[in-house]
């Protein structure tokens, strides 16, 4: 099977200021305070103490405030500095496990099922927009930056596979397995599953193991 490479969707951007992220801070908050229906302009506005002007001139209409909170949340999903350098097994391990602790913080956050909550209550109703965002402003530039860190293990020799894409798939199953699931149906995780470290830690000795390239 050959090889696919992702390009990285426009969702990726530089750190924002930190007024303009204090502002999607509150937004999140409203959207679990309130589903998506308080995440207004004049709610977000009235909540961050900014001006409805500049929550236009920063992220356009309510559509774009949405993306670009979507966009916050994957942002706190980081996968160091994969593309730098070929790293060493052991500096690659590091990375992953640091990206899967950031992933499972992520995602077993408030916010996050909050948003998942209704990304999938709307598609159920025939309106899949704010499922589009999530998956082309959250899913998405996680999986191209655990993808580039992976492509850079495979160029340092530390990890084989044939597709990224199925690679990254792999690891996200073993980091994730039906946590999210069970968070998006009101299950809490498991005693064991809340030392997210411990848990990151296993998924990827996991994932070495199976496309480790030592031994």
Known sequence: MGTRRLNAPAAIAEPLPPRQTEVLERALALLVEGGERALTTAGVARAANCSKESLYKWFGDR???????????????????AGSARPSAEVFRRRLVDFAVDLLDVLSGEASVALNRLAIGQAGGGGAAL???????????????????????????????????????????LVVR?????????????PAERDHRTRAAEAVDQFIRLHGTAG
């Open 131 to 173: 499922g589009r965002l999530v998956l082309e402003h959250g899913r998405r530039p996680i999986e191209v930056r655990l993808s580039a860190l992976l492509e850079a293990g495979r160029a340092g020799g530390v990890v084989r596979f044939s597709d990224v894409r199925e690679a990254y798939r792999t690891l996200y199953g």
């Open 63 to 81: 559509d774009g405030l949405l993306a670009a909170v979507i966009t916050h949340q994957a942002s706190k999903v980081r996968a160091g500095d």
């Open 178 to 190: 039906d946590l999210h699931v069970r968070l998006l149906l009101g299950d809490g995780p498991d």
